[in-house]
Protein backbone atom coordinates (compact mmCIF):
# COMPACT_ATOMS: atom_id res chain seq x y z
CA UNK A 1 0.00 0.00 0.00
CA UNK A 2 1.39 3.62 -0.90
CA UNK A 3 1.84 6.13 1.42
CA UNK A 4 -0.03 8.65 -0.14
CA UNK A 5 -2.16 8.03 -2.81
CA UNK A 6 -3.91 10.31 -5.05
CA UNK A 7 -5.92 9.78 -8.02
CA UNK A 8 -3.95 10.35 -11.02
CA UNK A 9 -6.29 11.82 -13.14
CA UNK A 10 -6.69 13.66 -15.48
CA UNK A 11 -9.45 15.66 -14.02
CA UNK A 12 -11.02 17.91 -16.49
CA UNK A 13 -13.51 20.81 -15.49
CA UNK A 14 -14.24 24.29 -17.01
CA UNK A 15 -13.56 27.44 -16.30
CA UNK A 16 -15.18 29.15 -12.76
CA UNK A 17 -15.65 25.81 -11.67
CA UNK A 18 -14.57 24.16 -8.25
CA UNK A 19 -12.06 21.78 -8.73
CA UNK A 20 -11.67 18.83 -6.39
CA UNK A 21 -8.19 17.37 -5.47
CA UNK A 22 -8.17 13.95 -2.98
CA UNK A 23 -5.72 12.80 -1.13
CA UNK A 24 -5.07 9.41 1.58
CA UNK A 25 -2.52 8.45 3.81
CA UNK A 26 -1.69 5.35 5.63
CA UNK A 27 0.47 6.82 8.86
CA UNK A 28 -2.03 8.09 11.37
CA UNK A 29 1.05 9.29 12.96
CA UNK A 30 1.25 11.94 10.14
CA UNK A 31 1.24 15.81 10.93
CA UNK A 32 1.60 18.00 8.65
CA UNK A 33 0.06 18.19 5.03
CA UNK A 34 1.03 19.84 2.36
CA UNK A 35 -0.46 20.66 -1.52
CA UNK A 36 2.27 21.25 -4.35
CA UNK A 37 1.56 22.83 -7.61
CA UNK A 38 3.64 21.11 -10.72
CA UNK A 39 3.37 22.85 -14.21
CA UNK A 40 5.04 20.65 -16.77
CA UNK A 41 8.98 20.65 -16.83
CA UNK A 42 9.30 22.79 -13.05
CA UNK A 43 9.91 22.04 -9.51
CA UNK A 44 6.73 21.58 -6.94
CA UNK A 45 5.32 24.64 -5.40
CA UNK A 46 4.07 24.46 -2.08
CA UNK A 47 0.45 26.09 -2.35
CA UNK A 48 -1.01 24.81 0.75
CA UNK A 49 0.22 23.81 4.50
CA UNK A 50 -2.78 22.16 7.15
CA UNK A 51 -2.22 20.68 10.36
CA UNK A 52 -5.40 20.45 12.20
CA UNK A 53 -8.79 18.84 11.55
CA UNK A 54 -11.09 21.51 9.32
CA UNK A 55 -10.72 23.50 6.66
CA UNK A 56 -7.64 26.60 5.90
CA UNK A 57 -9.07 28.96 2.98
CA UNK A 58 -6.19 31.04 1.08
CA UNK A 59 -7.62 33.02 -1.62
CA UNK A 60 -9.29 30.43 -4.06
CA UNK A 61 -7.51 27.61 -2.35
CA UNK A 62 -9.05 25.59 0.42
CA UNK A 63 -7.38 22.90 2.21
CA UNK A 64 -9.35 19.92 4.05
CA UNK A 65 -8.21 17.59 7.09
CA UNK A 66 -9.73 15.02 8.40
CA UNK A 67 -7.57 12.91 10.53
CA UNK A 68 -9.87 10.40 11.44
CA UNK A 69 -10.66 9.20 7.93
CA UNK A 70 -7.06 9.28 6.87
CA UNK A 71 -8.61 12.39 3.99
CA UNK A 72 -6.69 15.49 2.83
CA UNK A 73 -8.68 17.55 -0.12
CA UNK A 74 -8.09 20.72 -1.94
CA UNK A 75 -10.72 22.83 -3.20
CA UNK A 76 -9.91 25.22 -6.01
CA UNK A 77 -12.77 27.76 -6.61
CA UNK A 78 -13.18 30.00 -10.25
CA UNK A 79 -10.99 27.37 -11.52
CA UNK A 80 -8.76 29.31 -14.07
CA UNK A 81 -6.86 27.73 -16.85
CA UNK A 82 -3.84 28.81 -15.71
CA UNK A 83 -4.65 26.46 -12.70
CA UNK A 84 -3.78 23.52 -15.16
CA UNK A 85 -0.80 21.76 -13.47
CA UNK A 86 -0.33 18.72 -11.58
CA UNK A 87 -1.02 18.71 -8.09
CA UNK A 88 1.15 16.86 -5.77
CA UNK A 89 -0.23 15.99 -1.55
CA UNK A 90 2.36 15.13 1.01
CA UNK A 91 2.58 14.49 4.49
CA UNK A 92 5.34 14.97 6.93
CA UNK A 93 5.90 14.08 11.18
CA UNK A 94 5.83 18.17 12.35
CA UNK A 95 9.47 18.52 13.57
CA UNK A 96 10.37 15.62 10.87
CA UNK A 97 12.64 16.27 8.02
CA UNK A 98 11.04 13.93 5.15
CA UNK A 99 8.24 14.89 3.33
CA UNK A 100 6.05 11.83 1.74
CA UNK A 101 4.69 12.50 -2.08
CA UNK A 102 1.65 11.40 -3.60
CA UNK A 103 2.22 10.54 -7.34
CA UNK A 104 0.29 13.78 -7.98
CA UNK A 105 -3.24 14.34 -9.84
CA UNK A 106 -3.20 16.51 -13.13
CA UNK A 107 -5.74 18.71 -13.38
CA UNK A 108 -7.26 20.18 -16.94
CA UNK A 109 -9.25 23.68 -16.46
CA UNK A 110 -10.69 24.57 -19.86
CA UNK A 111 -11.14 28.01 -21.03
CA UNK B 1 19.31 36.07 -2.25
CA UNK B 2 17.02 34.24 -4.58
CA UNK B 3 16.25 30.60 -3.71
CA UNK B 4 17.77 27.52 -4.20
CA UNK B 5 20.35 27.17 -7.16
CA UNK B 6 20.65 23.98 -9.03
CA UNK B 7 23.12 23.40 -11.76
CA UNK B 8 22.95 22.06 -14.50
CA UNK B 9 19.22 22.28 -15.26
CA UNK B 10 19.97 19.48 -18.16
CA UNK B 11 22.33 17.11 -18.68
CA UNK B 12 22.16 14.36 -21.11
CA UNK B 13 25.17 11.56 -21.10
CA UNK B 14 25.88 8.22 -22.07
CA UNK B 15 25.25 5.43 -20.07
CA UNK B 16 28.24 4.41 -18.38
CA UNK B 17 29.72 8.13 -17.44
CA UNK B 18 29.88 9.81 -14.26
CA UNK B 19 27.89 13.10 -13.38
CA UNK B 20 27.71 15.79 -11.03
CA UNK B 21 25.07 17.94 -9.91
CA UNK B 22 25.37 20.85 -6.82
CA UNK B 23 22.94 22.63 -5.29
CA UNK B 24 23.28 25.94 -3.92
CA UNK B 25 20.73 26.19 -0.67
CA UNK B 26 19.63 29.39 0.70
CA UNK B 27 22.39 30.76 2.13
CA UNK B 28 21.22 30.63 5.75
CA UNK B 29 19.47 27.50 5.53
CA UNK B 30 21.21 24.41 7.41
CA UNK B 31 18.85 21.81 6.42
CA UNK B 32 19.28 20.50 2.45
CA UNK B 33 17.33 17.97 0.86
CA UNK B 34 17.54 15.95 -2.34
CA UNK B 35 14.82 14.04 -4.41
CA UNK B 36 14.29 11.97 -7.47
CA UNK B 37 11.25 12.83 -9.66
CA UNK B 38 10.18 10.41 -12.69
CA UNK B 39 7.55 11.41 -15.15
CA UNK B 40 3.81 10.46 -14.06
CA UNK B 41 5.62 10.10 -10.39
CA UNK B 42 5.83 12.40 -7.07
CA UNK B 43 9.27 13.23 -5.57
CA UNK B 44 11.15 10.09 -3.70
CA UNK B 45 13.14 11.45 -0.77
CA UNK B 46 16.82 10.57 -1.45
CA UNK B 47 18.95 12.17 1.23
CA UNK B 48 19.07 14.99 3.85
CA UNK B 49 21.86 16.85 5.58
CA UNK B 50 22.04 18.84 8.36
CA UNK B 51 25.19 21.71 7.96
CA UNK B 52 27.38 19.53 6.49
CA UNK B 53 26.24 15.70 7.85
CA UNK B 54 24.38 13.64 6.25
CA UNK B 55 21.65 12.13 8.49
CA UNK B 56 19.95 10.00 6.50
CA UNK B 57 20.13 8.30 2.94
CA UNK B 58 17.27 6.67 1.51
CA UNK B 59 17.36 2.89 0.16
CA UNK B 60 16.58 4.39 -3.60
CA UNK B 61 20.17 5.82 -3.12
CA UNK B 62 22.54 2.79 -4.12
CA UNK B 63 26.21 2.55 -3.83
CA UNK B 64 26.51 4.62 -7.66
CA UNK B 65 25.26 7.42 -5.75
CA UNK B 66 27.18 9.87 -3.30
CA UNK B 67 26.18 12.96 -1.72
CA UNK B 68 28.36 15.47 0.13
CA UNK B 69 27.57 18.76 1.38
CA UNK B 70 31.35 20.35 2.64
CA UNK B 71 31.41 23.23 5.06
CA UNK B 72 27.44 23.35 5.34
CA UNK B 73 27.40 24.90 2.25
CA UNK B 74 26.28 23.46 -1.11
CA UNK B 75 25.97 20.19 -1.73
CA UNK B 76 27.00 18.12 -4.92
CA UNK B 77 25.19 14.70 -6.14
CA UNK B 78 27.03 11.92 -8.07
CA UNK B 79 25.67 9.46 -9.90
CA UNK B 80 28.68 7.13 -11.05
CA UNK B 81 28.35 4.49 -14.33
CA UNK B 82 24.99 5.72 -14.66
CA UNK B 83 21.99 3.30 -16.34
CA UNK B 84 19.45 4.09 -18.43
CA UNK B 85 17.03 4.35 -15.24
CA UNK B 86 19.12 6.61 -13.37
CA UNK B 87 17.05 9.31 -15.80
CA UNK B 88 14.60 11.34 -14.26
CA UNK B 89 14.62 15.00 -12.54
CA UNK B 90 16.54 15.37 -9.73
CA UNK B 91 15.19 18.54 -6.84
CA UNK B 92 17.04 20.12 -4.14
CA UNK B 93 15.27 21.81 -1.18
CA UNK B 94 16.39 23.46 2.03
CA UNK B 95 15.41 25.04 5.02
CA UNK B 96 16.10 26.43 8.02
CA UNK B 97 13.29 25.14 10.10
CA UNK B 98 12.11 20.98 10.40
CA UNK B 99 10.47 20.51 7.04
CA UNK B 100 7.84 19.50 8.62
CA UNK B 101 6.35 22.48 9.94
CA UNK B 102 6.36 24.54 6.79
CA UNK B 103 7.17 22.77 3.99
CA UNK B 104 9.76 22.70 1.18
CA UNK B 105 10.94 25.61 -1.38
CA UNK B 106 12.53 23.40 -3.97
CA UNK B 107 15.31 24.57 -6.75
CA UNK B 108 14.15 24.45 -10.33
CA UNK B 109 16.13 20.73 -10.27
CA UNK B 110 18.08 19.08 -12.68
CA UNK B 111 16.84 17.04 -15.58
CA UNK B 112 18.82 13.98 -16.51
CA UNK B 113 18.63 11.98 -19.48
CA UNK B 114 20.87 8.83 -19.88
CA UNK B 115 21.41 7.32 -23.25
Known amino acids: QKEVEQNSGPLSVPEGAIASLNCTYSDRGSQSFFWYRQYSGKSPELIMS????GDKEDGRFTAQLNKASQYVSLLIRDSQPSDSATYLCAVAYTGGFKTIFGAGTRLFVKA | DTGVSQNPRHKITKRGQNVTFRCDPISEHNRLYWYRQTLGQGPEFLTY????????KSRLLSDRFSAERPKGSFSTLEIQRTEQGDSAMYLCASSLVPVGDYGYTFGSGTRLTVV
Open chain 1, 50 to 53: IYSN
Open chain 2, 49 to 56: FQNEAQLE
